[in-house]
């Protein structure tokens, strides 16, 4: 009989498991034919996201405090070890928008929510589907969590050794360092200190639960439209293929989706009717519009399309009877 302990440590290795092909695999970056790149990013997103799970329960928090960790997280990732916030060369993003106070802005706001939500939030979301009993409880001891904090540290220097290749020479300016050090520290006191802790079910709701196929398909436009306004595709250098200054509205109306989709789902989970096919249509509406964007803006050849639209299709297959299941 496998003991709550070890099961706890098989739910932490199919979290660490599940959230680079979340965040990466399922969005074509990187495409499958390079699906070997997820050993060098699973430290740093698999312990990365291990560890925000077993600080948010120990601490007794809720969603509130994945998201601000997760978005911490992305400041790690993408301030700290990719350094792509501040750099003026990598992956060509500087040229997107303009530069605010050194840092590149339209990849900032495109990524440090995407982090939060689809290699932090989602991730931990689809593991407490699979095993509902261990939803509520850290999944490892003591030794575990130091286990897991190590590894995403290692994991985040390995990224950063890997990422000198591609960027060569560049390194954050100090002061962006430590202002992104600040910002870390700053949003993991908001989560595990200052989040409200989870309450139960409002005796008068405020708002009715919409059927499961109608919060997918909101979960998927909200999704979609917020890659499609930031991350450049179809040829386009600039978010929503704007130019110059115009490039501000996109950036505006990606925030106002961010805003309104989070009020709806906060209003939505607050209600006593909110279940667990509820939660399993979120995900899948968002992971399936993920995909279907990666397919349009991430694809090299049609290989490349075929294949992830092949993934997309498993990755549904899979979420049905996850659904089953849930029923």
Known sequence: MVTSRARGRWAALLLAGLTPVVAELTLGNPPLRQAWLLLLWTP???????????????AGRGWPAVLLLGAAYGIVEEGLALQALTSPTLYGVAGWAPRLLGLNSAYTELNIPYHAVFSVALPILLVDLVLPDLRHRPYLGRTGLVVAGAVFVLGAGLLRWTTSFMDPGYQAPPA???AFVLAVAV?????????????????APPLAVPAPPVVAGLAGVAAFGYLALLFPFGG?????????????????????????????LRRWTAHGGWRDRHSLALAGGALVAHTAFGVIANGESTAD??????????????????????R
């Not at 399309?305 to 049905?320: E, I």
């Open 305 to 326: 399309r075929v294949s992830l639209a092949v993934l997309g299709l498993v990755m549904a297959g899979l979420l049905a009877l996850l659904a089953r299941r849930t």
């Open 236 to 264: 386009a250098r600039h978010p929503a293929f704007t130019e110059g200054g115009w490039v501000a509205v996109p950036m505006a109306a990606a925030a106002l989706l961010a805003v309104a989709a989070g009020m709806l």
């Open 44 to 58: 740093i997103y698999g312990a990365g996201t291990v560890l925000i799970r077993e600080l948010v329960r120990r």
């Open 187 to 203: 949003l993991a006191l908001l989560a595990l200190r200052l989040t409200p802790r989870p309450a139960g079910p409002p005796a």
């Open 176 to 178: 962006a360092v430590a």
